[in-house]
């Protein structure tokens, strides 16, 4: 079983972001064999989103997401452009998400804005952050203005992105990058680093 | 089983009058609700540090000498005393000095609760923080056990030929709690020597504080210290408490609104279900601190945070009155059930116990081996003197 998790930051119903979400999803979809899907819409979430940013801890919903982005095989995450950028909203799901979940991680880079304009934003927003997350970004991001939606050119890069991250999720087996995945929190719980190297460490200035 | 508060000495508005009190008035304010925490029968107080406005927090050695001196029986701590920035050479000088003042009431509770900007004004690096903690607790360990330390680490100078003075109280150094949120590594550190963990559970809900816990008592088992449910587990709390369940509602829930921490965030009843905060009836809260055993098992110290969020001092006696009342039936309750093997928390006559007695360890001094001198004749010697003028 592979799995998927599609985050989507619209904000209006419906949504243009979650419409190209959807054309993302069901293209990865047809090209994967026995794939399950989770959707996360960031709008439900923003409450717990903020109150985490200021308790430290996620509400439940928000633990949920959180769980299933840590399990998935693959992503694929959507954002408005506000201001030349990804929209706030979708940078806070990112910002509040433990250091090192999407190590080795695959994700597709989308976007949405009123004009064509604003299309480079995959290159110099959106791709540079998940370069730092450490995740696997897709060499195709797909960016949808409104007109977009009216031609047939916005499937052929939907088919495009969606065929290359069903790629990299069937390539990219999490066993083989668990390696080198940074120890999260849960990791420790589940297995301490015992004492005596800690003591090391601590001695020797790691 | 131990009941009793702790104190982060915040000085915050109180968002209903929009008043702030004085450094002076919250300093007196703290020693008077731990001469209330002694008057309703609880078993301990235990103070911050911090060294930074808004808290008073700063010299907790200090507040607690001077509480000593005014209580009888309450057991002095601290939450958290900074293992990462305070030297351990004072750390081991000052609460031995507190033991002997107060006859063995004092331990101690190790954390990391530092903002980054404390770190540089002590010399320290927060990146190195678990470093700071192990490495440093380490050498704590060795000042008290031991009466003559060479010591060489990463950060602070070493020590040669060193006695840190005085020497514990019986020859026992206080028992030892280390407090952390989210850290394993600390959990590890506790299990490792044997001493106690204790979770603040006031700010993260109580499946966290669960898994901390739970991975503290096996690594307890397997260090050989005693069994899983032998292990001392510390929680934190709070509470606000009315007669009347709607009224305590009413009347915290601005306090809650703006507190320094996680105010202007989730509302007051996502937070009291999320984590353990229990405002209600004095009912309420006996119920709810009972049902803390069902996720971490009997435990030995329950600490309750009640002056914060600019709770005016009137408010905060009262509330303290409503504990002593509830006190009785939480002791009652905490004890049923109890398996016979697991233990209370240690307290110095049962540390003293089980060191075979008490012994005077005091080092007295003799002249330094390289020069026959000892510090006393230095000054006396004409050569220096004349050397220094």
């Known amino acids: 079983m592979t799995r998927l998790v599609v985050i989507s930051a619209g904000l209006s119903n419906p949504s243009s972001t979650t419409l190209l979400a959807e054309r993302l999803t069901a293209a990865t979809v047809e090209a994967l064999e026995d794939v399950e899907v989770t959707h996360v819409e960031l709008r439900d979430l923003a409450h717990q989103l903020t109150d985490q940013l200021l308790t430290g801890f996620p509400g439940p919903g928000l633990a949920a997401a959180q769980e299933a982005v840590r399990e998935a095989d693959g992503l694929i995450v959507v954002t408005p452009v506000f201001s030349a950028s990804y929209s706030g909203l979708f940078k806070t799901f990112f910002d509040v998400l433990e250091t090192g979940t999407l190590d ?8 949405t804005a009123g004009t064509a304009r604003h299309s480079l934003v995959l290159e110099h927003a959106l791709r540079p952050l998940f370069a730092y997350l450490h995740a696997v970004v897709v060499p195709t991001g797909v960016f949808a203005a409104t007109d977009d939606f009216a031609g047939t050119d916005l499937q052929t890069r939907v088919d495009r992105a969606a065929g290359e991250l069903a790629a990299l999720m069937g390539k990219v087996s999490r066993v083989d990058t668990a390696v080198t995945k940074r120890r999260t929190v849960d990791d420790e719980l589940a297995a301490v680093t015992p004492f005596e190297e800690l003591l090391r460490q601590a001695s020797e200035g790691r | 089983m131990q009941f009793g508060i702790f104190t982060v000495g915040d000085v915050t508005t109180d968002p209903t009058t929009g008043r702030t009190p004085t450094e ?63 030297d351990p050479v004072l750390i081991a000088e000052d609460y031995a000095k507190i033991q002997h003042l107060t006859d063995g009431r004092v331990d101690l509770m190790m954390g990391r609760g530092n903002t980054g900007p404390v770190y540089p004004w002590f010399g320290k ?52 709690w280390h407090g952390s949120i989210r850290s394993p590594e600390i959990a590890e550190q506790a299990a490792y020597y044997g001493d106690g963990f204790f979770h603040n559970h006031i700010f993260w809900p109580a499946g966290h504080t669960q898994q901390m ?54 509302s007051l009843e996502d937070f009291t279900e999320a984590t353990p905060l229990t405002v209600g009836s004095p009912q309420q809260v006996l119920e709810r601190t ?100």
């Open chain 1, 104 to 111: 080795g991680t695959p994700v597709l880079v989308a976007a």
């Open chain 2, 24 to 86: 002076h008035e919250r300093i007196k304010a703290t020693v008077a609700i731990a001469q209330k925490a002694e008057d309703i029968g609880l078993d301990v107080f235990a103070t911050g540090e911090h060294h930074n406005p808004p808290f008073i927090a700063s010299n907790p050695t200090a507040t607690l000498a001077y509480i000593g001196a005014k209580t009888e029986n309450l057991i002095l701590s601290t939450a958290t005393t900074l293992i990462t920035t305070t």
């Open chain 2, 125 to 176: 690096d927060i990146r190195q923080g678990i470093n700071l903690a192990i490495e440093n607790y380490a050498l704590l360990r060795r000042l008290w056990s031991e009466d003559v330390v060479n010591w060489e680490g990463r950060f602070r100078t070493p020590l040669q030929g060193y006695t840190s003075t005085p020497r514990p109280l019986d020859g026992v150094a206080p028992f030892v």
């Open chain 2, 213 to 266: 816990v739970d991975l503290y008592r096996r690594r307890f088992e397997h260090y050989g210290h005693g069994a899983y449910d032998e292990a001392f587990v510390g929680l934190g709390g709070q509470f606000f408490m009315r007669k009347n369940s709607q009224d305590a509602v009413d009347e915290f829930r601005p306090y809650f609104d703006n507190a320094p921490v996680y105010g202007h965030g989730p």
């Open chain 2, 290 to 389: 009972l049902g803390f055993r069902d996720y971490v098992g009997h435990y030995q110290r329950q600490l309750f945070l009640v002056d914060h969020a600019g709770l005016p001092l009137k408010t905060v006696l009262e509330q303290l009155d409503l504990l002593g009342e509830i006190l009785p039936d939480l002791r009652k309750g905490m004890a049923e059930g109890r398996p016979a093997n697991v233990p209370d928390a240690p307290t110095h006559a049962s540390l003293v116990a089980a060191a075979g007695g008490a012994k005077d360890s005091t080092v007295y001094a003799e002249a330094d081996s390289a020069t026959g001198h000892r510090a006393e004749d230095d000054v006396q010697d004409e050569d220096y003197l004349e050397a220094t003028v």
